[in-house]
């Protein structure tokens, strides 16, 4: 059985730092592709970075630039590691597991840029909460 159990959300202050990890079990996080998203109440699930099974990653959107994702294969963790926290991060972040993962790009207005899309993924945790006070 797989699970996922997400820890280390909290309240910070705005330009704080916090770090999540997401212990797997039931998969290895080694062979699989990991996600890491976020949802604010009334909003889609926004896809911040992935840590794919050939190694490729990458941190998307809002979260680039401040946010940084790490695998540890022995503990069978999966961190994500922000700085810079403020009030619009504040939301509920989970990790999330698939089998692969790939890239996949978004374009518009003749810009493109790559996107973590929640379809890909199969396994959730339940999620934790990261409240950035102003």
């Known amino acids: 059985q797989v699970r996922l159990v997400e820890s280390g959300g909290g309240s910070v202050q705005a330009g704080g730092s916090l770090t999540l990890s997401c212990k797997a079990s039931?998969?290895?996080?080694?062979?699989?592709?990991m996600g890491w998203f976020r949802q604010v109440p009334g909003k889609e699930r926004e896809g911040l970075a992935v840590h794919d099974s050939d190694g490729r990653t990458a941190v998307v959107g809002s979260a680039k630039g401040r946010f940084t994702i790490s695998k540890d294969n022995f503990k069978n963790t999966f961190d994500l590691q922000m700085d810079g926290l403020n009030p619009e991060d504040t939301a509920m972040y989970y990790c999330?597991?698939?089998?692969?993962?790939?890239?996949?790009?978004?374009?518009?207005?003749?810009?493109?840029?790559?996107?973590?899309?929640?379809?890909?993924?199969?396994?959730w945790g339940q999620g934790t909460h990261v409240t950035a006070a102003s």
């Open positions: 999330a597991a698939a089998r692969g993962c790939g890239r996949k790009t978004r374009c518009s207005g003749g810009t493109c840029y790559e996107i973590v899309p929640e379809s890909d993924f199969t396994y």
């Open positions: 039931g998969l290895s996080v080694a062979t699989h592709c």
